[in-house]
């Protein structure tokens, strides 16, 4: 079994698609939500070892760091061996380097209900506009950070700022290995 967890509107065929919200009026940040499974993250249905991968998408930004760590053992408890660990999600220093070059107005910037806000900016703390807790950002990595949390449980294969599914240059893609 796959897992997509967060999955928002993006449904993955081939994978369990995983949230916890539906779409809400003043949601807009995404343009829907379909999932296979409506559960919380921090307390998933799912047996020790039957997963293969777990992929998340913008996933982890979303909780605090403390909720992550609990998420990390969760996720090798669930995770068989060898199995695949891959997460998107904004990188810390690329998001402080677009903003100190910009400003919070200027550069790669998005159309929000406050104006023209830096994506650098905006990925610090996530959707401050839509008074919806899920988008806000809690907690926004460094690599060396995630990498460090990470390590007890999972060996790191590659981490880049080469996103499949966001913006290059200011996210990071982690693709780790269960170690079992």
Known sequence: ???H????????KGYVNVDCFDMVVGDTSRAGCRY???????TLPFKENSVSRILMI?????FYRWETLSLIKDFYRLLKKHSLLYIEMPDLDKCIEWYMKDGRLGGKTIKTPLGRLNKGFTQLYG???SGLVYEVHKYVWSKSEIVEVLSPYFEVKDINNK????MKDRDMQIIAVVKK
């Open 127 to 129: 959707n401050q506009w």
């Open 5 to 12: 967890l967060g999955c928002g509107n993006m449904y993955l």
């Open 1 to 3: 079994m796959k897992l």
């Open 58 to 62: 913008h996933v982890l930004e979303h």
């Open 36 to 42: 296979d499974v409506k559960a919380n993250i921090l």
């Open 163 to 166: 996103p499949k599914y966001h």
